[in-house]
C-alpha cells in the first residue's frame, strides 16, 4: 500500500503571501534605484534573493515540491525494526536469520524474495 508524505511545502496561501513579498521588493528596489539609495537597494536585492531561493526549493513552476519526511520517518523505523528483528532471531537461529537476511530487502520497498527453499522444522 502506497504511504503519503508530508504536504506541500508551500500552500496557496504561504505561495501567494510570497509572490506579494516579491512584488513588494520589486517595488522597493526599483525606488532604491531611483533615489540613489545604495544601502538600502543591497537590503532589498538580498531579501529577495533569499525569498527566491527558498520558494526554489519548496515550489518548482505550478505544481509545489512536497515533503517526503513522514514517508521517511515510516520508512527508516520499519527498516530499523526488521534489523532488530533479525539480530534478535539470530541469537536463538542463525541459520534462519542468514536466510532472512540474504532475501529480504529493505529500501522502498520491504520484499522477501527466496532465492531457494528454506527447510522449515518446527
Not at 4 to 22: K, T, V
Not at 25 to 45: M, T, V
Not at 68 to 75: A, E, G, K, P, Q
Request: hydrophobic residues 35%; proline residues 3%.
Amino acid at each position: 500500500m502506497p504511504l503519503g508524505d508530508g504536504g506541500e511545502l508551500l500552500d496557496n496561501q504561504a505561495r501567494g503571501a510570497y509572490m506579494q513579498r516579491l512584488e513588494e521588493l520589486n517595488q522597493d528596489i526599483e525606488l532604491a534605484r531611483e533615489n540613489n539609495d545604495l544601502g538600502n537597494l543591497a537590503k532589498f536585492e538580498a531579501e529577495r534573493e533569499q525569498l527566491r531561493n527558498e520558494m526554489k526549493k519548496a515550489w518548482f513552476k505550478r505544481r509545489g515540491k512536497r515533503s517526503n519526511s513522514d514517508l521517511n520517518r515510516i520508512r527508516n523505523s520499519v527498516c530499523n525494526a526488521i534489523r532488530r528483528t533479525f539480530e534478535a532471531i539470530e541469537k536463538n537461529e542463525p541459520g534462519a536469520a542468514e536466510h532472512l537476511k540474504s532475501n529480504i530487502t529493505l529500501g522502498f520497498s520491504v520484499i522477501y524474495n527466496p532465492t531457494e527453499k528454506f527447510p522449515w522444522a518446527f
